[in-house]
């Protein structure tokens, strides 16, 4: 079983479109109604291997509605954090897929970056899986320029430890008295990053099925931006503080065949970075 850790997979990101001179990540709110300047990447997998069929690109899609709730919450988690659009990576319906959504910033041209995530994933209780097999959600942005994670946070519906996120228990689908669904609030990061100015950020966004198909994993995503994030209305938000490099939780996901390769170099150099820096400690 292949396996690689989250450090190569935030730069392993195709062929992602970066913008030059931005001060920002390129449509932050969605509120254009698209997902312009982002790459969206859809595929299948299983515990073993990741066959990517580019599936369906339906599987994810920009939210429109402030104020909605998602169904397999029970009304526990707003679909927009601000504005009126958000970005829903994968979707409810289970098959195995996964959706993967990345861009990359050059030039990067503000002290602070804020962004907000929220996931819900199901539980397969009623037939235990494997870490390897579960519904998966992880969040990594790095400094390509000077090969830094900067935030990295990566979890299975079996193995939600806290890192900082509060869940809960959603849907009951198989009226047996156990959630089911769960789901986290809406997560607000801030990072400050005058000290990244000029440099290049890649951000990784995957969302994951069950590997076996019988369970379903998706995420939000909004308000990619330079300023505070203003939540809309009777949002719970947890706020993370976060210093670049602080927040770094590595741990395997199942590798994008296509990524792979291209980026196994640049993948070693970090992990290179890391045990020269742990040897001179």
Not at 225 to 248: D, E, H, M, S
Request: charged share 10%.
């Amino acid at each position: 079983m292949k396996k690689f850790h989250l450090s190569i997979c935030a730069v392993a990101a195709m062929a992602v479109p970066a913008f030059a001179g931005s001060v920002s990540f390129d449509n932050p709110g969605f509120e254009t109604g698209d997902s312009s300047g982002w790459t969206l990447h859809s595929g299948n997998w299983n515990s073993n291997s990741q066959t990517v069929n580019n599936h369906n690109q339906g599987d994810s899609a920009v939210i429109t509605g402030a104020g909605v709730t998602d169904s397999n919450t029970l009304g526990g988690l707003q679909t927009v954090l601000a504005g009126n659009d958000s970005f829903r990576l994968n979707n409810a319906a289970n098959g195995a897929h996964f959706s993967t959504l990345t861009q990359s910033v050059t030039n990067y041209g503000s002290s602070d970056i804020y962004f907000g995530f929220a996931a819900v994933l199901e539980n397969p209780f009623s037939n235990p899986h494997t870490a390897a097999e579960c519904p998966k959600f992880s969040f990594n942005l790095v400094d390509v320029t000077t090969n830094t994670s900067l935030y990295a946070i990566s979890f299975d519906s079996r193995n939600a430890v806290s890192q900082g996120i509060t869940w809960h228990a959603g849907l009951d689908t198989n009226h047996d008295g156990t959630a089911t669904w769960m789901f986290s609030d809406w997560n607000i990061v801030h990072i400050d990053s005058s000290t990244l100015i000029g440099d290049t950020l890649t951000l990784t966004v995957m969302a994951y099925d069950c590997a076996l198909g019988g369970h379903g994993g998706y995420a939000y995503i909004d308000a990619f931006q330079p300023t505070p994030i203003i939540p809309n209305a009777g949002i719970t938000v947890n706020n993370l503080n976060v210093t670049p490099g602080g927040v770094v939780n590595v741990v395997a996901v199942p590798e994008t065949s296509t990524w792979v390769m291209g980026f196994l170099a640049l993948g070693t150099v970090i992990i290179m970075v890391r045990r020269n820096a742990k040897s001179a400690v």
